[in-house]
């Protein structure tokens, strides 16, 4: 045995059922327990990750001698043969030869000086229940592996992405660590700890949570202590500034959009080989299921008249003279709800979208006839667009084709859809005419 406490799962057969100490696994088909051990050892799966025929041929040779009903023993609290293992069982007779040492990751010899191998207990093909956590996985696992051909890759990305300067080397790759209230994932070396919060769902974060986070942060003693939020939010969005001032210091934020150039531009101009596919695969994943998929806002029908109070000459000199708090709809948008995305405007008699903001509260107020919920925008988030978004760039984008033709008062929008309407018009800019 190289260690007890090292690299080690413990059972005792006064556990029964509760295998390692576990309360829920008690009726787990044994492909269960498996699968359960991968999730929650995993720095032991990891060290033994990776082809080791002369192991496989000794372990297939093992379960034919100990058939049906013997146990080998490699550890026990009375005195063991040293040159094979003993087994336990009706057949207690039965002696196994010693296996052959053992090899961890790409074939290296497992041993305690092998602290690039022990250290990393990230696993690209490691599966979660929640699906965020296999983005944090895949984004971990591909910085970890970059560094097998001594690529400046995590380097790259603590300094040009995070703005951080780690004093060492780093070391440590882990995703869900497997305790109450870690957060997703840690990479770390001798003197710095940076943590990982991941969604992949805009306005998810949790306070509580945050601050469980930064309680554990608090606690370790690296020079270097770092709390990053991996979310597809807008990093200057008012939602986001909420939990950054949680503690200056600690929290940092980048976007999943910010994650997914970085990558890309890292292997633009690579030749086709084995890392640069996987990153190009995990590129795609990103595209499909986040910026495909996650509600980024609302187009809504500027409706002109009496009825509204609002006047195709005049909304924007009101708004730009800082006249306009809030907008008022006939319904309740209550994904907009202080979760940092958009409200854009669209205006028919301008073909197209004129002004935006992010919306900092929704609540029903009956101000006006017909339109009974209040928006309320989020301080310094106001943008005009001149020009504006026009309808024929509008239908250009995939899944708005069919934007104005119906009677909808609204749209929603994806994150991509959001992006392709938006990356080429000028922020911030002059007051459209």
């Given at each position: 045995m190289l260690s007890w406490d090292t690299l080690a799962a413990h059972y005792n057969s006064g556990q029964k059922r509760n295998y390692f100490g576990w309360d829920d696994a008690s009726n787990?088909?044994?492909?269960?327990?498996?699968?359960?051990?991968?999730?929650?050892?995993?720095?032991?799966?990891?060290?033994?990750?990776?082809?080791?025929?002369?192991?496989?041929?000794?372990?297939?040779?093992?379960?034919?001698?100990?058939?049906p009903d013997c146990f080998p023993i490699a550890y026990a609290d009375w005195e063991l043969p040293t040159d094979c293992l003993a087994t336990n069982g009706e057949s207690d007779s039965v002696r196994i030869p010693l296996p052959p040492p053992g090899f961890g990751i790409d074939g290296c010899t497992l041993e305690p000086s092998n602290k690039s191998a022990l250290k990393s207990s990230v696993n690209i093909f490691t599966r979660y229940?929640?699906?965020?956590?296999?983005?944090?996985?895949?984004?971990?696992?591909?910085?970890s592996l970059s560094q097998r051909d001594g690529s400046q890759l995590?380097?790259?990305?603590?300094?040009?992405?995070?703005?951080?300067?780690?004093?060492?080397?780093?070391?440590?790759?882990?995703?869900?660590?497997?305790?109450?209230?870690?957060?997703?994932?840690?990479?770390?070396?001798?003197?710095?700890?940076?943590?990982?919060?991941?969604?992949?769902?805009?306005?998810?974060?949790?306070?509580?949570?945050?601050?469980?986070?930064?309680?554990?942060?608090?606690?370790?003693?690296?020079?270097l202590r770092r709390l990053v939020l991996l979310t597809p939010d807008d990093t200057n969005s008012r939602y986001i500034d909420k939990f950054l001032t949680r503690d200056a210091d600690l929290v940092i934020h980048i976007g999943w959009r910010r994650v997914f150039d970085f990558l890309s531009n890292s292997v633009e101009s690579c030749d086709p080989c084995f890392f640069s596919d996987v990153v190009r695969q995990f590129l795609e994943r990103i595209r499909t299921m986040v910026f495909e998929q996650d509600f980024a806002g609302i187009i809504a029908k500027i409706q002109f008249g009496e009825l509204s109070e609002v006047y195709e000459d005049k909304y924007l000199n009101e708004m730009n003279a800082g006249d306009w708090t809030q907008w008022n709809t006939p319904r309740e948008y209550k994904k907009l709800d202080g979760t940092g995305r958009k409200l854009l405007l669209y205006d028919k008699t301008r073909n197209g979208i004129t002004v935006e903001f992010e919306i900092d509260k929704v609540k029903r107020t009956d101000a006006e006839a017909g339109y009974p919920w209040t928006n309320i925008f989020a301080p310094g988030t106001l943008r005009f667009f001149e020009p504006p978004v026009s309808l024929n760039h509008i239908r250009s984008v995939s899944g708005l084709n069919s934007f104005g033709k119906g009677q909808s008062p609204y749209q929603n929008i994806t994150h991509e859809q959001y992006r392709l309407l938006t990356v080429a018009q000028a922020t911030n800019g002059d007051l459209p005419a």
């Open positions: 787990a088909s044994p492909s269960s327990l498996a699968e359960l051990f991968i999730e929650r050892f995993q720095e032991i799966a990891a060290a033994g990750r990776g082809s080791d025929w002369r192991y496989a041929g000794w372990y297939s040779e093992m379960l034919h001698l100990t058939y229940k929640q699906t965020e956590n296999d983005f944090t996985n895949g984004l971990i696992a591909i910085l995590v380097m790259s990305f603590l300094r040009g992405q995070l703005r951080l300067e780690p004093c060492c080397e780093i070391n440590m790759f882990r995703v869900l660590q497997g305790m109450d209230g870690t957060a997703d994932a840690e990479l770390s070396g001798d003197d710095c700890c940076i943590h990982f919060e991941s969604k992949i769902v805009s306005g998810t974060l949790d306070h509580e949570q945050i601050e469980r986070h930064l309680h554990k942060l608090r606690s370790r003693t690296e020079s």
